[in-house]
């Protein structure tokens, strides 16, 4: 199927994708079922939006708008519906969910595709753990709307009915790494990357002089951690350095960390939660930062949704989570490539 991308309408292609594309729609009517009847609101949040998110690794698509004035307007296409849905529960909702389409740039790949769909839910007034269940009925959902009873990727599998596996980061390291993540961050959240450095370096990693101690931690976590998660039962790797969670909020037993999760099957990561950050002038301070370390590395930045932030102080407490539906639906039909379950994969140019 490697032509997919350019010639998945031609009827053979078809044929071969349409059961996995028939298995894709099956999830998706579950999905929705199961989050109505949980008394979820589901909403359509704008793809055009100000801002596409200040998370410093993400590229976004550029476009611009013409005024009826004749003036110009810079707008992005959203990389998650997360700024629109925060909104909403600051305007008043309290269990929301979305099937989103979003754009990444500069993401093409196996598990990468640059416009993908994004099911986001959110939570107000509970806690993250309640997500982690959910997670564990939105597994079994589709595995059993796919007629299945693994999930499966490229050789590894994991059971969706099991009892998930739950690590924190520190755990993760320890185990995987036999490094002391939490020895490299102090008291008030700022990290140490000498100690990390040399850690990794007696890992048999690569360390370059301008590495961050964000770039080696995303080292460690990639090569070593992430291949043992998610096998035969998935996994919840929870949290995360404060460092690594720009939305999520601090552990109140531990303000090294974070409230943050990340779901992985298979080896896959198939989800991102928070307990959400509700501190708007932490919340810009963490987004300068990272827009400061995206134009230092990329030579550009993002702008800051001022309204986001206005929205963000009236906020009630909640938790949220995005998880790539594309990405379920792989493991739920046990398809090698994303462009197999999506209904009109992007052509992939030619490039210049």
Not at 116 to 135: H, I, K, S
Not at 334 to 340: C, F, S, T, V, Y
Request: hydrophobic share 45%; proline share 5%; aromatic share 8%.
């Amino acid at each position: 199927m490697s032509n997919e991308a350019s010639s998945w309408w031609q009827p053979a292609i078809h044929a071969d994708r349409r059961p996995l594309l028939l298995t894709r729609n099956r999830i998706v009517a579950a999905l929705r079922a199961h989050f109505a009847h949980q008394d979820f609101v589901e909403v359509d949040a704008a793809a055009l939006q100000i801002s596409p998110g200040n998370e410093a690794h993400l590229a976004a698509f550029a476009t611009e708008a013409q005024l009826p004035d004749g003036g110009r307007a810079s707008l992005y296409l959203h990389t998650s519906p997360e700024f629109a849905c925060k909104k909403l529960l600051a305007a008043g909702e309290t269990r929301l969910f979305s099937l989103a389409r979003v754009f990444r740039n500069r993401e093409r790949g196996a598990l990468h595709h640059p416009e993908f769909t994004m099911l986001e839910w959110y939570r107000a007034g509970e806690t993250y753990e309640a997500l982690m269940a959910d997670c564990a009925a939105v597994l079994a959902l589709a595995a059993e709307a796919a007629g299945v009873t693994r999930l499966s990727f490229r050789g590894r599998q994991a059971d969706p009915f099991a009892p998930f596996e739950r690590l924190t980061l520190a755990e993760a390291f320890s185990r995987y790494a036999a490094i002391d993540l939490l020895g490299t961050i102090a008291s008030d959240g700022t990290t140490d990357r000498e100690t990390l450095a040399a850690a990794v370096v007696t890992r048999g990693l690569r360390v370059a002089a301008d590495d961050t101690w964000a770039d080696l931690f995303s080292r460690v976590l990639v090569g070593l951690i992430e291949p043992h998660l998610g096998k035969d039962r998935p996994t919840i790797l929870c949290e995360y350095p404060v460092s690594e969670a720009a939305l999520a909020r601090p552990s109140p037993h531990d303000p090294r960390v974070a409230e943050r999760f990340e779901l992985y099957a298979c080896g896959v990561e198939l989800a991102n939660a928070f307990g959400e950050l509700t501190d708007a002038t932490e919340q810009r301070r963490r987004f300068e930062a990272e827009m400061a370390e995206r134009l230092r590395v990329y030579g550009e930045r993002y702008p800051i949704d001022e309204e986001f932030l206005d929205a963000l102080a009236i906020m009630p407490e909640a938790s949220g989570i995005a998880l790539g539906l594309d990405r379920l639906v792989m493991l739920a039909t046990g398809a090698p490539r994303i462009d197999d379950v999506v209904w009109t994969p992007v052509a992939r140019g030619t490039g210049r």
